[in-house]
C-alpha cells in the first residue's frame, strides 16, 4: 500500500507535523528524507530494509559514499544531501555552544564533540578555547592518529591556546574502538597538559572522551 493510502495520521509527514520529530521511529524519519520508494516498496518499506542492511540508523548516517552509493535507493544525490544535512546539524551545535557558557551548558558540550568526533574512524585530539567567562572562542583539531593513538606535543597546544588568546581549555578526544574509559597515556598526557598550560595561566577546565555513549569527563570522575 503507498503511503498516500495511509491513514493521515500514520503517514511519516503529517505525524511528523502534529506530533513533533521525537514521535517518529528511525525509518519514518529515513522515508521523509528519501521521499519516494521503488516499485513494490513504500518509502518506509526502503527505509526498513536500508536500517536492517546497514545495522541501524547510525552505520548508514557515518557510511562512506561507495557504501551508501551501493545500497539499492541511494546514490549520488542522496549523499550529498544527508552530507549538508549533517554538516548543518553540526554548525547548529556549534552555535548553540558560542551561544552558552560551556561549564553551565556539559550537555551541549558533550552534543557538540559527539557530532564532530563520534563518526571518526581515526583517534583525533581537539581543543574547544574559552575566554574567561567560559564563553567559545574556537574549535580545532590539533593532532589525529591512528585506529587507537593520536600523538599529542604540550608545546603545540599551548602555541594554539595562546593564539587563540584562550583564558581556558576543554580537552577532547576521540576512542574510534567505542570505549571511552581513559588510559594510563590519556591521564598522563592531561596531567601534562594541565602543567603546561598552566605555566602561561590558562586553565584545563575538562578532557572529554568520545565512545560509543556519553562522552566521558575528567572532571565529573574527579581525574582532573
Sequence with gaps: MAITDWPAAERPREKLLQRGASA???AELLAIFLRTGLPGLSAVDLARQLLADFGGLRPLLEAS???FCRAKGLGDAKFVQLQAVLEMARRHLAETLQRSDALCSPQAVRD????Q???RRREVFCCLYLDSQHRVI???ELFEGTLNAASVYPREVVQAALQQGAAAVIL???HPSGISEPSQADLWITERLSQALELVDIKVLDHMIVGEGAALSFAEQGLL
Excluded at 557538540?112 to 557530532?115: D, Q
Aim: hydrophobic share 45%; charged share 25%; no cysteine.
Design 24 to 26: 517518529l521511529s528511525d
Design 65 to 67: 559514499r561507495s557504501d
Design 112 to 115: 557538540f564533540l559527539a557530532a
Design 117 to 119: 568526533l563520534r563518526h
Design 138 to 140: 574556537a574549535f580545532e
Design 172 to 174: 577532547a578526544h576521540n
